[in-house]
């Protein structure tokens, strides 16, 4: 089952497990410059809203009433990343594992395919929660991802069109797997004692007149970003492939999102300079036991957002300046899998 609760999405299995369930949340962050250099992980500034489509049936096209699912809104340039959490099992020192696959446009963000149903291993096509906290954008090559950045779909810039030619689907698909019960009380066996380790990435808060067709944003490759998408630690039949959730979470401009819903968007977020100046934490993330993916060539062949723009004669990003981030949070390094790491006092 698939519920919106608090703008997050939560998936629960009570067939497999009565404690197995993750909630995935859209995280508002800057987006990085587009300047073919390398850049920490950049903050959270909380949630996007959800709503359900359903609500809205008058205001949105006709085939995200057919999709279903959940709308988000996203300005023109704007950035993200998908945070995952999963419920921690008291007495087996263990979130409960789910293998996760993520498309935008439907394709693939692992692995540049067009969607498929199961997982595959050959190249893996998913990520697995306990291993994966966060996906900021595409897999591009080992430790590299390109950012997930919106711009409008038909424009030429989403990795839809890049791949297909096609600006057919927009948005995010989501489809979730959990492992099956037995495999993991056979993997996690009870303890006596429950060490608790939490490791977050968040920074603190610092009438319109359109056509339907108008509203509906694709996600596009933006700046490079270091971020490993770990291998598979598990066995491939380990996950329960009867059981699944899926979701289409739909990206509407944030311009036409009150004529929509009647509420506001969030604001535009900081640019990176102004993040950067004000002495803001960057983030590293190291998972010592976890082995990063190899990256896909047919992702790592899209072009930028800035790049597509120069092929257009376009400039697509405002303030696209290059920083030096001063301040880095690394976060785990040279941790073993459950210790706690110290910070400053």
Request: include cysteine.
């Amino acid at each position: 089952m698939i519920e919106l609760r608090e703008d997050s999405l939560v998936f629960t299995f009570p067939e497999v497990h009565p404690e197995a369930s993750l909630k995935i949340t859209f995280q508002r962050t800057f987006r990085i410059p587009d300047d073919d250099k390398e850049y920490p992980l950049p903050p959270g500034f909380g949630g996007f809203p959800l709503r359900h489509v359903d609500d809205y049936a008058n205001k949105v096209p006709q085939r995200w009433i057919e999709h279903g699912g959940v709308m988000l809104p996203l300005y023109q340039s704007e950035a993200l990343w998908l945070n995952f959490s999963s419920n921690y099992i008291i007495g087996r020192w263990q979130d409960y594992p789910f293998a996760i696959k993520v498309a935008t446009g439907k394709i693939n963000a692992v692995t540049g395919d067009s969607w498929s149903e199961g997982l595959n291993r050959n190249p893996q096509d998913y990520m697995v929660s306990a291993e994966q906290p966060w996906l900021d954008g595409y897999c591009v090559e080992k430790g590299v991802i390109r950012q997930f950045v919106a711009m409008p779909l038909g424009a030429g810039y989403s990795a839809e069109e890049q791949i297909t030619g096609e600006a057919e689907h927009g948005g995010i698909q989501i489809a979730v797997y959990p492992m099956k019960r037995e495999v993991f009380e056979r993997r996690f066996p009870l303890v006596e004692e429950t060490p608790i380790v939490i490791e977050e990435r968040v920074c603190d808060e610092s009438n319109i007149c359109f056509l339907k067709a108008d509203l509906d944003m694709g996600l596009s490759p933006g700046g490079l970003m270091r971020q490993e998408i770990y291998e598979d630690p598990f066995d491939l039949g380990d996950w329960d492939m009867e059981n699944t959730g899926r979701c289409f979470v739909h990206i509407a401009n944030s311009m036409v999102w009150r004529s929509i819903t009647g509420k506001n968007p969030p604001t535009v977020p900081l640019t990176a300079k102004d993040y950067n100046k004000a002495g803001m934490p960057w983030f590293d993330f190291y998972n010592d036991g976890g082995k990063g993916l190899s990256g896909s060539h047919k992702l790592g062949q899209m072009k930028s957002v800035v790049e597509k723009g120069k092929e257009k004669g376009d400039v697509p990003l405002p303030e696209n300046e290059s920083v030096v981030p001063d301040h880095i949070i690394k976060l785990r390094k040279h941790l073993k899998r459950d210790q706690v790491r110290e910070g400053n006092f």
